[in-house]
């Protein structure tokens, strides 16, 4: 399917690997010219090596305001202002107990999860709007609608993300610029991979045996019984992206295997 992104370039965030690197490989075949941004400079800029010419690598801590502005000066300098903007940089964020959670943890999982957001959107939204075309991508997460007793430094952060993203799309749409949120539920990435190794390693099971009672004990409404493919969420943002999605404002579109149990409303 021609998307219509052939000649546009976008930007995309937590682009070293996961849902970002494989949303910059769909792209890349639309005929786009991608950014990748991450924190892990070295993996980023094997991540554009591999996917080719098309892709580029900047390394940025997007919790640090001047870096973010530093970012913004160097894609106007070097690249274009981008016409697509994908968020897809987070954390899950220190676990347990409500009210065991520290100011430290609450603010670690607000500043990666919704302030990078709303700084880097800030500085690159107005450009799209001026030329009267652009796509943005929030990667939230099905805690954002079921929250998690555990996660809910993650839970608020993501909560508070799709509440953004639908106020912007309200006002930006208006411009040209589209903007939806995409959640995923148990995505096949290093941040799981991780959150599964932690597991398996406190149980004494491997990886796959700690996935499997991972389902079965948390999340039992995820009806695939696996965890999903990043090319499983990235056909998601890259439809979005599309002139096919013209017409798409303020959605969240859930990507999660059935695993939130409540309708979409």
Not at 28 to 37: F, Q, R, Y
Not at 95 to 108: C, I, Q, R, V
Not at 165 to 191: C, D, H, Q, Y
């Amino acid at each position: 399917m021609n998307y219509g992104l052939d000649g546009k370039t976008a930007l995309i965030t937590g682009g070293a690997s996961g849902i970002g690197r494989e949303t910059a490989r769909m792209m890349i075949e639309e005929g786009a010219s991608v950014i990748l941004v991450d924190l892990k400079g070295d993996q980023v800029a094997k991540a554009a090596e591999d996917l080719g010419p098309n892709a580029y690598a900047l390394q940025a801590d997007l919790t640090k305001p001047d870096q973010i502005k530093g970012l913004a000066a160097s894609v106007e300098e070097r690249f274009t202002m981008p016409d697509i903007m994908v968020c897809a940089a987070g954390v899950t964020g220190a676990k347990g107990h409500p009210l065991k959670m520290t100011d430290a943890d609450w603010s670690e999982a607000w500043e990666t999860d919704f302030m990078s957001v709303i700084r880097t959107l800030r500085l690159f939204v107005p450009t799209m709007e001026k030329r009267g075309w652009g796509r943005v991508v929030v990667v939230c997460s099905e805690n954002a609608v079921q929250p998690y007793a555990d996660e809910a430094v993650y839970n608020v952060a993501k909560a508070c993300l799709l509440n953004f993203s639908k106020a912007l799309s309200r006002v930006t749409a208006r411009n040209g610029v589209l903007v939806n949120a995409v959640s995923p539920a148990f995505i096949e990435t290093p941040m799981t991979d991780c959150m599964m190794d932690k597991r398996a390693n406190a149980e004494g099971v491997s990886r796959e045996e700690a996935v499997k009672s991972f389902l079965e004990e948390e999340r039992p409404h995820l009806e695939l019984k696996r965890r999903g493919k990043p090319e499983d969420f990235a056909a998601a943002i890259a439809f979005l992206c599309s002139d096919q999605a013209s017409f798409v404002v303020g959605v969240n579109y859930r990507v999660d295997g059935g695993s939130v149990a409540s309708m979409s409303v």
